[in-house]
């Protein structure tokens, strides 16, 4: 019997419920206390000393690409393999993606590759985090420091990771955060920017609010500033998945060591086994799939109600108007390219069922049989 498993789910409980419905009673729908709230929580959560709240993880990179003096004609150093939202949010300043190709058996940045890039117009480095990987960030940093750049991290679907040493957001100059439901937490759309610096802070919190002075002045604008305001309804649900932050993350890890128990073992299904250690946030499960029949097992596994879906593809760099913009080719970054064609994101999300899993691995099993 066929059943259906979706590739992503919120988990929200009674206490965004609740929190959801005292603002709702309170009348009080925007520019309150709820959103502050969240920041203050959030701020605590990952150990930052600010954190401003927007409307969307995008909003959130546009407000800090702004913050960081970033603009036309500057280069900002990023990875091709992501959401195409780390790359265009340096188009929106006209400043220019370089990309550096990922780590030969993961899905981030290679460090090793960054140097080469840098030119007189590099201004920074944008790393992604991606799937819940924290990115090489010490060796990043190191880059960094002697060439003298700014690191803006994306960490949109990393929250709470950790790798050599240092969690995401810890040595960027600022990091950004994305709430959409797909994510380890979600308030059905919204984002955050964290930093210990001051100023960015300042810069963030006036250009989310039509560019207001900080004692936000209702017709004084000192600079030119956006409607990147999150509502105090969307707050009061970050509220509510922050305090079950630990909960969550571990009820994902939980789902994840499952995952790893269940399809162990099936032929030609490669497991991302290293992101077993403790620092990994875990936001997708991916499997690597040889790419001749990755599409094939793709739409078998979909024909029997197993969501799942290709990530990232294609990568940003083949992106059409990226292609059709910047010369880019296929070819240009090979390890990028391949992950592309060979990764498979299954089903996952906090409440995922024993049973949901037992399905989607008898699905992939039978599916990698029959191609
Ligand atoms: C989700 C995500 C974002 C932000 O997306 P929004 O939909 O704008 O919240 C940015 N970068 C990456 C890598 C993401 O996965």
């Not at 380890?184 to 006036?206: F, H, K, R």
């Not at 509502?231 to 789902?255: C, F, W, Y």
């Not at 875990?282 to 799942?308: C, M, Q, T, Y």
Request: hydrophobic content about 40%.
């Amino acid at each position: 019997m066929n059943q259906f498993v979706p590739l992503a789910q919120a988990d929200l409980g009674e206490v965004e419920r609740e929190r959801l419905l005292s603002v709702f009673d309170s009348g009080r729908l925007a520019l309150g206390p709820e959103v502050r709230r969240f920041e203050e929580s959030f701020a605590k959560a990952v150990g930052s000393r600010f954190a401003v709240a927007v409307n969307s993880g995008t909003s959130g990179l546009h407000l800090a690409v702004r913050a960081l003096g970033i603009g036309s004609g500057d280069e900002v150093i990023t990875s091709p393999f992501s959401f195409v939202a780390s790359a265009n949010c340096l188009l929106f300043e006209g400043a220019r993606p370089v990309f550096v190709d990922i780590e030969a058996d993961g899905f981030n940045i290679d460090p090793a590759k960054i140097a080469q890039k840098i030119g007189s117009r590099t201004k920074g480095i944008l790393p992604v985090h991606v799937f819940g990987e924290a990115a090489r960030m010490s060796e990043i940093a190191a880059i960094a420091k002697v060439n003298d750049l700014a690191i803006l991290e994306d960490a949109c679907e990393s929250i709470m990771a950790y790798g050599d040493g240092y969690k995401v957001g810890q040595l960027g100059a600022a990091a950004v955060y994305g709430f959409y439901p797909n994510k380890q937490i979600t308030t059905g759309e919204g984002g955050m920017i964290t930093t210990d610096d001051e100023s960015i802070y300042d810069a963030c919190l006036s250009m989310r609010n039509q560019g207001r002075a900080t004692d936000m002045q209702w017709l004084t604008h000192v600079r030119l500033g956006y409607n990147y305001r999150m509502s105090e309804l969307t707050a009061a649900l970050g509220v509510g998945q922050i305090e079950r932050i630990d909960q969550i993350l571990r009820q994902r890890r939980e789902a994840a060591l499952r995952y790893f128990d269940l399809l162990e073992g099936v032929e030609g299904v490669r497991l991302p086994i290293k992101w077993a250690a403790p620092g990994h946030s875990w936001f997708v499960f991916p499997v690597r799939i040889e790419p001749e029949k990755r599409d094939g097992v793709l739409s078998r596994l979909n024909e029997a109600g197993v969501e799942s879906k290709a990530y990232f593809s294609p990568c940003i760099h083949l992106q059409e108007f990226y292609m059709r913009d910047f010369g880019y080719q296929e070819g240009d970054f090979p390890e990028a390219e391949l992950r592309s064609r060979e990764t498979l994101i299954l089903p996952f999300f906090t409440k995922i069922s024993a049973e949901q899993q037992q399905y989607v691995a008898d699905s992939l099993r039978g599916a990698m049989r029959c191609s």
